[in-house]
């Protein structure tokens, strides 16, 4: 019977930030779904009902007003794996668990990953103006492009997803490094044909692509500025992956305008999206 199913709260259903039709379905198979909107118009009387929480990164519904109102809420859960847009310590104050898909997500992110090295590296996305816009003046040249093959990927952060671009990586003949705090076992290493580089700076001067793909955390904050880009080859390109405060936004459009290195290929920025004027 609907009423025995536990209350799940989500944003919405629709939206531009709110559940597909066909994934809500999917939790109403086993929860009764209440969205923010509904919850607010009564909380008195829908708030003590709700016992979980769903959210994903582009969901600003998890605030300190709105949990108030759930004081039986049990559990947040996050899709996907960073919950930096989550006070997981003031959640867990309140006696209430995060949770995230951690793995879920790895084969795509490292896909995609190649799929941004890829598309710059070949140009993809300039060869599209090219044939959609019949204005653009078509220099072939200019979509030559640089070469994959053979060509150095610096992976920052080797955890599940890094390591999962190390294996995709290999199979395009890459050289491949990486940095991180703990170095992978020998057998890893050998698997991808990955060498470690103790030194950031190592890695970020011999690279021909650097993949950022370490976990935002305060220490991770900030971790590429002004002066690791200006270690970088002028041929090089940045693929972030990550989370767009890990670089120094200003300092990157600072080395692209500036030609200190070649490209950026973001599939993260700060803020998301990013304003008009700094869109490309
Ligand atoms: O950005 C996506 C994630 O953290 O899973």
């Known amino acids: 019977m609907e009423e025995e199913k536990p209350w799940v709260l989500i944003s919405e259903v629709g939206g531009d930030h709110g559940y597909l039709e ?41 605030e300190p007003t709105l949990l108030r109102l759930l004081p039986a809420l049990k559990v947040v ?12 310590p003031f959640i867990n104050s309140l006696g209430v668990k995060v949770t995230n898909t951690p793995r879920v997500v ?22 599209h103006q090219v044939a959609i816009d019949p204005k653009t003046v078509h220099i072939p040249q200019r979509l030559m492009g640089v070469q994959v093959t053979n060509a150095t990927i610096g992976i920052i952060g080797m955890g599940e997803i890094g390591y999962k671009i190390a294996q995709r990586a290999k199979g395009f ?28 700076d190592e890695l970020l001067g011999t690279s021909d692509f650097v993949m950022i793909a370490v976990k935002f955390t305060p220490e991770t904050r900030g971790l590429i500025g002004h002066r690791e880009l200006s270690i970088m080859k002028p041929t090089a390109t940045l693929i972030n992956i990550s989370r767009g405060q890990v670089v120094d936004q200003d300092a990157l459009v600072e080395a692209l ?24």
């Not at 050289?175 to 991808?192: F, L, P, T, W």
């Open 22 to 62: 066909e994934l809500a379905d999917i939790v109403k198979q086993h929860f009764r779904i209440i969205c923010h909107k509904e919850l607010l118009e009564n909380p008195e009387l829908h708030g003590p009902k709700i016992q979980a929480l769903l959210n994903w990164k582009y969901c600003p519904v998890v």
């Open 173 to 200: 003949d890459m050289k491949i490094v990486y940095h991180n705090r703990r170095r992978r076992s020998a057998e890893d290493e050998r698997a991808v044909g990955a060498t470690f580089c103790q030194s950031l």
């Open 106 to 127: 790895s084969d795509s992110t490292a896909d995609l990953a190649m799929g941004l090295l890829l598309a710059s590296a070949r140009r993809i996305l300039e060869g």
């Open 77 to 88: 859960a996050s899709g996907g794996v960073g919950v930096d847009h989550l006070d997981v």
């Open 257 to 280: 305008q500036s030609g200190s290195i070649q490209a950026a290929a973001l599939d993260v920025t700060h803020p998301e999206p990013l304003p008009r004027s700094l869109a490309p």
